[in-house]
Each structure stands twice: as C-alpha cells, then as structure tokens.
C-alpha cells in the first residue's frame, strides 16, 4: 500500500523511472493504477491495445490544449513503436505462449525459455543445469517444468516442448490449477511451431557452449592442471574441501570450503561442530562430517525429485573432495563414499610434504612447486583451515561470554543468549551503557544495572 505521505521522492523520480506516487504531489492513485495497467499490457504482449489508449489520450490532450501532456504521450507512443520493430514477430496470430528447450553436454545443461505473448517474443529467459549426464532430456524436462512454474508470474495456455515428458497429464493438471484455466503441453511436428522450439533449442546450445568456454577458459588454469595431474575424466569444477580443528581444552570443529571454477564459492561454505565422535579422532570425526554432508545431500535430493520448490544448499555434489590429512583420512573418507553411493574422486593432501593422496595408488604423489593445481589446493586447504580457526574462536569467545555471565545474579540461559546475540562478546557488553543493555530483549533496567556494574567491577 503506497499512502502517498512522504516528504519526499527517492532518486528515480530526478532521473525520470518514477511518477513518486509515495509523495503528495506526484502521481495520485488513479493515475498511477493505469501506469502500472499499461505497464502489465506491455508485459503481456498487448502493444497494439497499449498505442490505441495512448493515441487516444493524446488527441484528448492536445483538443484541451495541454500540448505539453500531449507531447509526452507523443514520445511515449513512438518509444513503443521503435521498441516493437525490434520485438521479432513469431507467429501469424496472437497467442500467448511459453517456449522451452533444452541442450545437454555430460554433466552440464542449458534450458531456454521463450515467452511469446500477442504473437512477439516479450521476453527469455535461460537457466543452466548441472548433474544432467545419464539423464534423458525428457526427465530432465520433466523435472524443471514444475519448479519453474512453482514461482512463475503468469503460466500460459501452450508450452510447447522438443519432446513428449513423463506424467505430462498430471503436470498440465497442476499447471492448470495454477493459471485458472486450460494448460496444454504440447510437442510440435510441423509448421512454425517446430522451427520457434528449434530456435529455442539452437539458443540453449549456444548458452551451454558459453558457460562450457567459461568453464574452460576463465575457470583458472589450475582447474585443468589438477585433471591432467589427477587423471579425472573431466575438470574438477565444484570442489569440497574439509578440515578437522582439534584445539586442547576446545571442542573439536570442522569445516567445508567449496571453489567453482576454481575460486571461492563462499555462500556454500559449511561449518560443523562434533555431534557424535568422542575424543580427538580425526579420522572418526571426518567420517562424522562426511555422512552429516551427504545425508543431507540425499534427504534434499529427495525432496527435489518430489518437485518441492526448496533452495538447493546440499544437493550440488562435488566434482573433487579434498581432504586435509594423509592416507587414513582418506580410507576413512572413501568408507562413507562407498556407503552414499557416491563415486566423488577424492584426495588428501597432507601438510607436511604437501604429499598428494590418491584412493587407488599405493603411494602419495608430488606435484610440482611451480603447478598451479597443486597452489590450487594449498589455497583451497589453508582456507579451509582458517575457516575453521575463527569458527573456534567464535565458539571460545562465546564460551567465555556465557562463563562471564554466569556469574552475575538473575542472568539466566535466555538473557545470555539475547545477549550475545545482540553484542557478540563480554567486551561489547562492558562498553555499552545501560540503556543499551536494557533495551535487549528480556534484560530491562535492573538486570541492565546489575550487569554493567559487575562487569565494571571485574574488568578483563
């Protein structure tokens, strides 16, 4: 709801993408209802609809003699007269359709989405894939249409397709629940049908041959030297890295790393503390972190193969796994691959020669100093050290918070957990006043009082 009561428009009113309906003095409410109607017509492919409203207007402007509202319409008429000589026309008549296609190479795929409305070609849209070998492209189709359409902001009455997909009947019922009206997946066999999903599918190739270039090329050197050095079937383009931390008198924490293309993807990184190992085992505890990360893989998998709509945070599975230890690292490592399933190549790199673990050579391999795969993964093992280093520092600092406030009289479980959830550390606590610490949720002025006397009574 836009109440029109500001003091003042933001920027894109100065630089001309706004009406400021959010002030007083802009567009008021009716006028800006049929910009945003004009603006869904546009969308909608209805440009024809759209100039005869704006012809209309601007005749009805320049007969009342407001020739500068006038000239405006005048502009905005010709803006959409150039934008549609550019629109290609795809169709004789005036449907509304979607047009998917898809591309496949290995592991990788591309599909390619067409949005025709009113006949033109609106809009597209591409998406790449990733785990697509060994699977038809009528199950990968099959897979991407409803979680696609799950989130979509208009679902057409015709999808057209390259090729018929498993339960079409059951997916056209659900996407007709979603449009409120009639669905149709339809698979061309003549016509100008044909030659719009062939157009779609030349354009998935292309997009699938550019990110496979940019895999190639930009994804670092040390990318395919690590292939070369390793002997892996392909490049080693997403890889997981793990390191176990043992600190005296600390709880025992792990850490994940991932690189694609061979830089930092850090919205992947995961961080673990022990759950069910006892005792500083490093092997044990890489066990521990390896069935936690894969049995997570395996229940979101599933959940996707249900076709719920849910982020994916566990089921991108690693190219190469890479281990910070030595060989029982990696016999450890290979155990809890055999019991997923899972035929990840994976390897260990001790620290101390930077030896090179390899599952299936009875000796550790050296790379070369100068390889670039092997900084690569000197890169990749001392990040994932430092990750696990602040995670324990984290977890210390919290440690000690919780020990400090433990001794202060009516500071319980949940006013130390709001605590530090609003200061981080007892040397926040002790430089923020009491208004401060009262303001916290659940503390209020005397527990605020008692807490910032003590803690000024007991300085660090």
């Known amino acids: 709801e836009i109440a029109g009561d500001l003091p003042r428009p933001c920027l894109d009113y100065y630089i001309g993408q706004c009406s400021a309906p959010c002030v007083a003095w802009g567009a008021g409410r009716e006028q800006y209802a049929e910009q945003v109607r004009q603006a869904s017509a546009f969308l909608a492919g209805k440009q024809d609809d759209l100039l005869g409203d704006l012809r209309t207007a601007m005749q009805a402007a320049s007969d009342s003699k407001n020739f500068e509202r006038a000239a405006q319409l005048r502009d905005q008429i010709r803006g959409l007269e150039a934008l549609g000589e550019k629109q290609r026309m795809v169709s004789s ?111 998935a190739a292309l997009h699938l041959a550019e990110e496979k270039a940019r895999v190639g090329d930009t994804a670092g050197p040390g990318v395919r030297d690590l292939q070369h050095l390793l002997r892996l079937e392909a490049p080693p383009v997403r890889i997981e890295c793990y390191d176990i931390s043992n600190f005296q008198g600390g709880e025992s924490v792990a850490s994940l790393v991932v690189a694609e293309g061979g830089r930092p993807k850090k919205n992947d990184y995961r961080r673990f503390r022990m759950k069910y190992t006892e005792g500083p085992d490093d092997t044990a505890m890489m066990q521990e972190v390896l069935r936690r990360r894969f049995a997570q893989a395996r229940k979101e998998q599933e959940r996707l193969d249900r076709d719920e709509p849910i982020p994916v945070k566990w089921a991108a599975l690693p190219d190469l ?23 990840i190549a994976t390897i260990a790199l001790a620290k101390q020669q930077e030896l090179v673990y390899v599952h299936g050579l009875s000796e550790p391999i050296v790379l070369p100093r100068e390889s670039q795969g092997l900084q690569l993964l000197q890169r990749l093992r001392d990040e994932a050290h430092r990750f696990a280093n602040a995670y324990h520092q984290k977890l210390r ?47 209020g002025p005397k527990v605020a009082e008692r807490i910032h006397q003590y803690l000024k009574d007991h300085p660090a």
């Open 397 to 443: 600092e919290r440690r000690i918070v919780f020990s400090t406030l433990d001794e202060i009289p009516g500071v319980g479980e949940r006013r130390k957990k709001a605590l530090i959830r609003q200061f981080g550390s007892v040397r926040s606590i002790r430089a923020a006043g009491v208004e401060d610490i009262a303001a916290v949720e659940g503390v």
């Open 321 to 343: 796994i890479v281990l910070d230890g030595g060989r029982g690292q990696l016999n450890a490592a290979r155990e809890v691959l055999f019991e997923y399933n899972q035929t």
């Open 93 to 203: 008549g005036s449907e509304d359709r979607d047009i998917v296609a898809l591309a496949q190479d290995g592991d990788m795929g591309c599909v390619q989405i067409f949005f025709v409305r009113g006949g033109r070609v609106v809009g597209q849209e591409h998406f790449m894939l990733r785990g697509t070998r060994g699977v038809t492209a009528a199950e990968t189709l099959r897979a991407f249409l409803p979680q696609y359409y799950e989130t979509a902001s208009a679902v057409p009455p015709e999808i057209l397709l390259p090729e018929p997909v498993p339960d079409a009947e059951v997916i056209e019922r659900w996407l007709a629940e979603r449009r409120g009206g009639r669905v149709e997946l339809a698979t061309p066999q003549r016509g100008e049908r044909v030659r719009l999903v062939a157009m779609a599918r030349e354009n």
